[in-house]
């Protein structure tokens, strides 16, 4: 059974929403990079008991920025899911749905790490749970509006039966990412928590360390290596199995960003990660997991042999 393309209003719709939401997830980053979580205190979703804050310090413009742009990217999907009733049932309304539920739990998180006061030095168990919890409902969140984009723009459906070993690397690449995201983030915390002016006092602080936000440190760099070496290898075998042109295309795309996200991992660790790289690594960050999905959408898709005997293929123009 094909997928048809939805209507180009709604493409351009759901590639705005995945576009703010990547610029949302990197604002809130600065919050965190900055201090800046409690920049309204612990109201929400009010200001400092204020709608507007009135004389507002820089962190308060930070904060209350990102609770801003939070709202207008809920509203885009709130939109995108009353968009998608109107379309026919299918992946396409299936994974508008999904995300405006991912984007409602993301809300949601947010939220408790401000009304519980798990923002700016807290370093406690608790927050890197909830902070880890964040980072893998955002990693959701994008993944299931990169499903809708696929499916949107006429994506076809996903064989999950017929490509079993297909399916089960991807799962495992998503999981390998999932894993990888959240040290990264606790990585991050501790950045922040724990900052160093030289690398030499950093390994100092690693060699002493009595928090476990310090002791994971070392961690990120050696899970990053291992996952990118079973992402080459995914890579590999997806372009044997499947040689056809997006499959070509988004197994190099999966390989190249990962290259200079491990180059940039490797930028921020000796420049003792400033606020502007950590946001750069992120943002990496985020695109090559979106490749990740992309991928694996593209070695499970029907062929497009296949297609074309089930729907004539337009007449040329």
Not at 28 to 55: E, F, M, Y
Not at 230 to 240: K, L, Q, T, Y
Request: aromatic share 8%.
């Amino acid at each position: 059974m094909t997928n048809a393309p939805a209507p180009r209003n709604f493409r351009r719709l759901v590639w705005t929403t995945l576009g703010v939401t990547l610029l949302v997830i990197a604002w809130g980053a600065l919050v965190r990079a900055t201090k800046s979580g409690a920049g309204c205190g612990d109201d929400w979703p009010h200001c400092n008991g204020q709608a507007i804050p009135l004389d507002a310090s820089l962190k308060t413009m930070i904060e209350f920025t990102h609770r801003v742009t939070s709202g207008l990217v809920m509203l885009l999907a709130l939109a995108v899911s009353l968009f998608a009733l109107r379309l026919p049932k299918g992946p396409t309304r299936t994974t508008a749905h999904v995300a405006l539920f991912f984007m409602l739990l993301e809300a949601a998180l947010g939220a408790g790490l401000v009304i519980f006061g798990l923002v700016v030095d807290n370093d406690s168990l608790a927050r890197a749970v909830v902070m880890s919890l964040h980072l893998v409902n955002t990693l959701l969140l994008l993944g299931a509006q990169a499903l809708c984009v696929w499916f949107a723009g006429g994506g076809a459906r996903l064989r999950w039966r017929a490509r079993s070993r297909l399916r089960t690397l991807w799962f495992a690449a998503l999981g390998a990412f999932l894993v990888l995201g959240v040290t990264g983030a606790l990585t991050a915390l501790g950045d922040t928590l724990f900052p160093v002016e030289t690398i030499r006092e950093g390994i100092a602080q690693h060699m002493d360390a009595t928090h476990p936000l310090l002791r994971l440190r070392v961690w990120h760099p050696v899970v990053a290596i291992l996952v990118g070496g079973f992402f080459f290898a995914w890579a590999a075998i997806a372009r044997r199995q499947r040689p056809e042109p997006a499959v070509l295309r988004y197994a190099s795309l999966v390989q190249g960003i990962y290259v200079a996200q491990l180059f940039l991992g490797v930028i921020n660790l000796v420049l003792l990660a400033p606020v502007w790289m950590q946001l750069v690594h992120l943002l990496m960050a985020d695109l090559s997991w979106l490749s990740v999905i992309f991928l694996g959408a593209a070695t499970l898709e029907e062929p497009a042999e296949a297609r074309s005997l089930v729907e004539p293929l337009p007449a040329a123009a």
